[in-house]
C-alpha cells in the first residue's frame, strides 16, 4: 500500500453491524479488530446488553450501542420471528442515525459491514451511498446448500441424499436441520435463506473460511460471484497463531462471563494433551437424559475434563456431580470459559464440540481434534466435514432412542487420545494449523483479501 493509499484507508470509516448473539458477534469483531490494526476506523454497534461490561473501545473498535428494548427488566420473552422484524426496523433506524452522527465530520461512515441474515442492511447502505458488504458466520459449504435452496435448485424439505457443485454427498443427517425439519422453526429456516435474497444490491461478500479448508466449493461460489466473493478467515486474534498485531489482542464482548483465571489455573496443572475439553456453545440445550449419558462418560473415561454448562443448563447436571468431581480433581464445570485461550492451552488433548462454525474453525486453526456432537442448524455439516473431509476428528453415533450413550462418549474419547485412528487425526489437524496460519499471514489468502477488501473502500473515496 502506498503513502496516498494508507492515508485513504485512515479516512475510512466502517460500520460493522451483527446479528446480537454469540458466535456472530465474535467473528465480526475479530474482523473490525483487523480492519482497525490495518489503519481503518471502525465501529460495531450491537444492543446494549451485549457490551454492558465492556469499555467504549475493544482493542481500537469503537463499540456503539443502542436499546433493543432487551436490557430492560422483565423484558419480555420473544419468538426468534417477532424479534427478527423488529431488529429490522431498530437496526435500520440505528444504522442511518450513525451514518447521519458523523457525516460532515473528518470520519464519515462510507461503508457497513452487516450481518449475512440482515440482508435489508444492504438496501440502508446503498439509500446511503456507502459501499455495502455482507459478511457470512457460516461455513462455505453450509452457505452453498443454503443458496441452492434459496435459488430454487433444491427444494424443501430436502428429504434424501444430495450431490451438490464442490461438496460431498450430504444424507439427510448432514444436511443444514433447517432445511430437512422445516417445520421445526420457519423463521429461522426464513431467516437463513434470506442470507441469499439481496446479492445484486451487495458490494462484497466476506466469508468466515480460508482458502485452503474448502478449496472444491470456494472454486463453485467464486463462480457464482466472482467479482466480490473475499475468504477472510480464521478471524479470531492473530495472537493465537504465534504473531501479535496490536490493537488485535482478545478483548472479546462475551454473552456470558468467562471463569478466566478458574479455568487456567486448573489447566496449568495438567499433562499435555490429557484435557478433554466439552463445551455446546451459546445456544444448544440437551435434554436431562443426554446430559446424565454425557456427565457418566466424562467422568469414566479416565481422563480430566473441563466442561462448560451454561447457567440455564446447570439444573440438568446429576445432583453434586460439578462438586464431586472438582473434589476428586476428575474434572471442572464452568458455566462459561475463555475458549480460545482454552485451546490454545497445551494440556488440552480433544475438544467435544456442538460444532457451531466458530467452535469448529477455533479448534481446527489450533491443531485441536474435535468429537462432533452436532445438534441443529449447520452443525451437522460441520461435523460430516470434521469426520469425512478433513478428517480432524470423529463423529459420535446416536442410538435408536435418540442419545449418544456414555460408552459411545468413552470410546471416542479413547479413539481420539489413545487410538490409532487418534494419530492419523492429530496429524491432520497439525497441517489444518499450518494452513490457517498460512491464510492470515501476510501475504495468505485471507490477508490479501482483507487488502482487497480495503481497496474497493479505497477506490470508492477516490
Ligand atoms: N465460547 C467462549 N466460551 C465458552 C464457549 C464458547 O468464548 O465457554 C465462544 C467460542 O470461542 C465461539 C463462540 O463462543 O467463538 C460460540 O460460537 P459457535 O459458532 O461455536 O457456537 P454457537 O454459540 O453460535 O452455537
Redesign the pocket.
Known amino acids: 500500500m502506498d503513502k496516498e493509499e494508507s492515508g485513504m484507508c485512515r479516512r475510512s470509516h466502517v460500520l460493522v453491524f451483527p446479528f446480537p448473539?454469540?458466535?456472530?458477534i465474535?467473528?465480526m469483531l475479530q474482523f473490525s479488530k483487523r480492519l482497525a490494526s490495518k489503519s481503518l476506523k471502525v465501529t460495531l454497534s450491537t444492543p446494549i446488553y451485549v457490551a454492558k461490561s465492556s469499555p467504549p473501545l475493544v482493542g481500537s473498535v469503537s463499540v456503539h450501542t443502542f436499546s433493543d428494548g432487551r436490557e430492560e427488566e422483565g423484558a419480555k420473552e420473544e419468538s426468534y420471528d417477532s424479534y427478527i422484524e423488529r431488529f429490522k426496523v431498530i437496526g435500520s433506524k440505528t444504522i442511518a442515525a450513525l451514518v447521519e452522527k458523523y457525516s460532515g465530520t473528518n470520519s464519515p461512515i462510507n461503508c457497513i459491514v452487516f450481518d449475512s441474515v440482515l440482508p435489508w442492511a444492504a438496501d440502508v447502505a446503498r439509500r446511503l451511498g456507502m459501499v455495502g458488504a455482507s459478511f457470512y458466520?457460516q461455513s462455505l459449504a453450509v452457505n452453498a446448500v443454503y443458496f441452492h435452496v434459496q435459488s430454487g435448485k433444491l427444494s424443501l424439505p430436502v428429504s434424501s441424499h444430495v450431490s451438490l457443485p464442490g461438496l460431498p454427498v450430504l444424507e439427510s443427517h448432514d444436511l443444514p436441520s433447517f432445511v430437512v425439519h422445516t417445520e421445526s422453526y420457519p423463521g429461522l429456516l426464513k431467516l437463513v435463506l434470506s442470507q441469499f435474497s439481496n446479492l445484486d444490491g451487495t458490494d462484497l461478500l466476506l466469508f468466515n473460511t480460508f482458502d485452503k479448508l474448502e478449496e472444491e466449493v470456494l472454486d463453485w461460489m467464486g463462480k457464482q460471484w466472482p467479482a466480490k466473493t473475499l475468504t477472510i478467515g480464521p478471524t479470531?486474534p492473530s495472537m493465537y497463531l504465534d504473531k501479535r498485531v496490536e490493537g488485535d489482542e482478545d478483548y472479546?464482548l462475551?454473552l456470558?462471563k468467562?471463569d478466566t483465571g478458574t479455568c487456567m489455573s486448573w489447566l496449568d496443572k495438567k499433562e499435555a494433551g490429557s484435557v478433554v475439553y466439552a463445551?455446546?456453545?451459546?445456544?444448544?440445550s440437551l435434554g436431562d437424559e443426554q446430559m446424565n449419558e454425557l456427565a457418566m462418560g466424562l467422568k469414566t473415561s479416565g481422563n480430566p475434563f473441563l466442561w462448560?454448562v451454561?447457567a440455564t443448563e446447570e439444573n440438568k447436571l446429576p445432583s453434586k456431580f460439578a462438586e464431586e468431581v472438582s473434589a476428586s480433581e476428575e474434572g471442572l464445570v464452568?458455566?462459561?470459559?475463555?475458549?480460545?485461550d482454552?485451546?490454545s492451552h497445551k494440556a488440552v488433548g480433544c475438544f467435544l464440540?456442538?460444532?457451531?462454525?466458530?467452535?469448529?474453525l477455533?479448534a481446527l486453526s489450533f491443531g485441536v481434534p474435535m468429537i462432533a456432537m452436532p445438534q441443529w442448524?449447520d452443525?451437522t455439516t460441520n461435523a460430516k466435514y470434521v469426520e469425512e473431509v478433513w478428517k480432524v476428528g470423529v463423529r459420535v453415533h446416536v442410538d435408536e432412542k435418540g442419545i449418544i450413550g456414555r460408552d459411545e462418549i468413552k470410546h471416542c474419547i479413547n479413539e481420539i487420545l489413545e487410538g490409532e485412528r487418534g494419530k492419523e487425526i492429530k496429524s491432520n489437524a497439525a497441517k489444518l494449523r499450518e494452513f490457517a496460519k498460512e491464510a492470515v499471514d501476510e501475504g495468505g489468502s485471507s490477508d490479501k483479501n482483507i487488502e482487497k477488501f480495503i481497496e474497493t473502500l479505497v477506490s470508492k473515496l477516490q
Not at 21 to 24: A, E, F, R, S
Not at 334 to 340: F, G, I, K, R
Open positions: 448473539v454469540q458466535g456472530h465474535n467473528p458466520t479470531f472479546g462475551h456470558f468467562p463445551s455446546f456453545g451459546s445456544l444448544a462448560v451454561r464452568v458455566t462459561w470459559c475463555p475458549q480460545l482454552v485451546l464440540t456442538h460444532s457451531g462454525w466458530n467452535s469448529t477455533e442448524t452443525q
